[in-house]
């Protein structure tokens, strides 16, 4: 009988714990071209949906960074989000010359961590605040989709800081590329994309997906 019990009982808890779990996801394919999609907002820069030329299998939709004005542009998106999340996206970059562009995915809000990929310095990095607090290094490759996963998650009294890096063409990793142990609470606000487009070129976002604790 208590074996019953505490199996109930765990039950219980697993299910409140997985119902707690809400999720945001965008893929832009049913969105209008040239559009700016309705649940995200422009920090800076100009964004809109696009879809390559091309009618070859893959041609999708994806949202567009226009490569003006060269400052770190920046939309949010999904519900505000105070406690453990994971952001997650699909972008892609292009060089010219020896000029690289710079982008990334962060959590809670415009001040909250990003996850920032910095090509001309071959790493990828932890942003708060506009300041990184940690760096590793990256080979980023220009002309394909790179997935950026960041991950916030409550470690007793402090918060782990998690990202993960790897294109399409290969599986999800399933060791962090980078962590960092945060003290004390790592703010409140929305999902956010970013990107500087310091070679001159546009820079594309897919696949958003945003898993949260109410």
Same mark, same amino acid.
């Given at each position: 009988m208590k074996n019953l019990i505490l199996t109930l009982l765990l039950l219980?808890?697993?299910?409140?714990?997985?119902?707690?779990?809400?999720?945001y996801s965008n893929d832009f394919e049913s969105l209008e071209i040239d559009s700016f999609p309705k649940g995200m907002m422009e920090i800076d820069g100009i964004?809109?949906?696009?879809?390559?030329?091309s009618n070859k299998v893959g041609n999708?939709?994806?949202?567009?960074?226009?490569?003006?004005?060269?400052?770190?542009?920046a939309v949010i998106f999904g519900p505000s989000v105070k406690k453990s999340a994971i952001a997650q996206a699909k972008i892609k970059g292009f060089r010219k010359r020896r000029s690289y562009p710079?982008?990334?995915?962060? *959590?809670? +809000?415009?001040?909250g961590y990003r996850l920032r990929v910095v090509p001309s310095k071959k790493v990828i990095e932890l942003v708060k605040n506009e300041e990184p607090v940690k760096s590793v290094p990256y080979k980023w490759t220009p002309d394909q989709w790179v997935n950026l996963r960041l991950k916030i998650e409550q470690d007793g009294v402090n918060w782990k800081i998690s990202g993960s890096a790897w294109t399409d063409d290969i599986k999800?990793?399933?060791?962090?590329?980078?962590?960092?142990?945060?003290?004390?609470?790592?703010?409140?606000?929305?999902?956010? *994309?970013? +990107?500087?487009a310091y070679s001159g070129k546009v820079i594309q976002f897919d696949d958003l997906i945003l898993e949260y604790t109410k």
């Open positions: 219980s808890i697993n299910c409140s714990f997985i119902f707690s779990q809400e999720k964004f809109k949906v696009k879809t390559s030329d999708r939709r994806y949202l567009e960074m226009s490569a003006e004005p060269l400052t770190e542009n710079r982008f990334g995915i962060g *959590l809670h +809000g415009i001040s999800a990793p399933k060791n962090d590329l980078i962590t960092h142990l945060h003290e004390g609470s790592p703010g409140q606000g929305k999902a956010s *994309l970013w +990107g500087t």
